[in-house]
């Protein structure tokens, strides 16, 4: 039986992963607590939205190259696996399976049931149902095949930009708000005051922004990844840009900067204002979508992660066996949403995931990092795609991304420690594995 996952996936597929897997609820939340944190100043809160972009793309650009040079399944663990060896690879992808990944996925769920409520009114445990019967649909789609799911993720993910730029149309033609409180530039920008507000806004769009990178973990999935890899992510983290931006005019636009940045639901108040409150539907209807298609995308790639770590003896081994029929890492896909569904029906992720999402900056920057290293020791392998600006592309990249962890643990220190510590659980189990595989080689002498 072949091992090899089907090469299936072209660069829309990509653009397309790289869109859905980053718009979640992000934009329809996060503009108003950066509007709140910037003084409510229209031109820096869409300059905070501009750089937030900006940081994305150079890690995009940086995992471009790494992406054409790395074809296979795995991604970020197989760069860092290649450059600081395998315990640092093993942990992103232990954090991955256990936390980031897994309760991503029960994030959205959850969050996914929140806004049904708004248009079929459900009991708590009818809620909890539908949760776990979004990740059970999730999943089914992933096992049947990578064709599939990524058919799924090209039409939701298509769906829900189309409606939030023409929300965005609608709501930018018929508001007259967007100049309210002057459109000047404070006279203090380039105060400490100013700019310490400004990096604490970047954190929340960073995360608006959250899920670029998930694209590389399909690599060893894609068509001619070496041509095609690079380009995909450029766009589509280019694309994301400028429909953030879009976005954010068209809620100052229906509500003006107060009220948007006083509103815990800029998107579905922005539209009732504007469009009456029967059209509060619409935006309901449109982050349903969006948190499918993110939920999927999240499916689709992580879990070539542990396909990937299982085939270096470092894991579960069933996980990295593919299904003869339909050419997914299927076990991968079920044992990962069975956890995502354990996650979501107790409740216990919410305060997991906050402890360890920051952590996964850390490994994002080693990321980067591995392509400084790979430059050096691996200078001869061809490289279909050079980052521009090396080194400064990854160096920036490389800081920022240090600086959101180190920022997380000074301010929220009792969270860094326990983020930490829960990272590095996974030490013992890498040894444990570790064991494990030295046992069967010699056995195989």
């Not at 700019?195 to 990178?213: D, F, T």
């Amino acid at each position: 039986m072949s091992n090899k996952l089907e090469r299936a996936l072209g660069f829309k597929d990509l653009t397309m992963i790289v869109v859905g897997t980053v718009i979640g609820s992000g934009i329809f939340i996060v503009p108003a607590t950066v509007l709140h944190q910037t003084g409510e100043s229209v031109w820096i809160a869409l300059l905070v939205w501009l750089l937030g972009g900006i940081l994305s793309l150079l890690g995009a650009l940086t995992y471009g190259e790494l992406g054409a040079m790395f074809p296979e399944a795995g991604g970020l663990y197989v760069y860092l696996r290649d450059a600081f060896g395998p315990l640092l690879a093993f942990l992103y992808g232990w954090s991955l399976f256990f936390l980031i990944g897994s309760g991503s996925v029960a994030t959205l769920a959850v969050a996914f049931t929140s806004y049904l409520n708004q248009l079929l009114p459900l009991t708590p445990v009818e809620g909890r149902v539908v949760s776990i019967l979004m990740i059970i649909v999730v999943a089914a789609i992933n096992v049947r095949g990578v064709r599939s799911s990524a058919s799924v993720q090209n039409w939701t993910t298509g769906i829900k930009v189309a409606a939030i730029l023409l929300m965005s149309a609608l709501l930018i033609v018929n508001g007259s708000r967007f100049g309210e409180g002057g459109l000047g530039l404070p006279s203090d920008l380039f105060s400490l005051k100013v700019l310490s507000s400004m990096g604490l806004a970047v954190v929340g769009v960073l995360w608006a922004y959250e899920g670029w990178h998930y694209v590389s973990f399909s690599t060893g999935e894609t068509v001619n990844p070496q041509r095609i890899f690079a380009r995909a992510i450029t766009v589509a983290t280019v694309a994301l840009i400028g429909i953030y931006l879009v976005a954010n005019v068209a809620y100052i636009a229906a509500l003006g900067p107060s009220e948007t940045a006083a509103s815990q639901r800029p998107a579905a108040q922005a539209v009732s204002v504007t469009l009456g409150p029967a059209a509060g539907n619409f935006i309901a209807l449109a982050i349903l979508i969006s948190m499918f298609s993110a939920a999927n995308g999240v499916t689709l790639t992580s879990t070539r992660v542990y396909f990937a770590m299982a085939n270096d003896g470092l894991f579960f081994r069933k996980l990295g066996e593919v299904h003869p029929r339909f050419k997914t890492p299927a076990l991968a896909v079920v044992w990962s949403s069975l956890w995502a569904i354990l996650m979501a029906a107790t409740g216990t992720f919410e305060q997991l995931l906050t402890y360890v999402v920051f952590a996964g900056w850390f490994f994002y920057a080693l990321g980067a990092a591995s392509l400084l290293v790979f430059r050096r020791t691996r200078a001869a392998t061809e490289r279909p795609f050079l980052v521009p600006g090396y080194p400064v592309t990854p160096l920036l990249f490389i800081l920022v991304s240090f600086a959101i962890v180190l920022n997380t643990v000074v301010s929220q220190p009792e969270r860094g420690l326990v983020g930490l510590g829960m990272v590095l659980l996974g030490t013992p189990a890498y040894y444990f594995w570790r064991r494990r595989l030295k046992t069967a080689s010699d056995s195989a002498k």
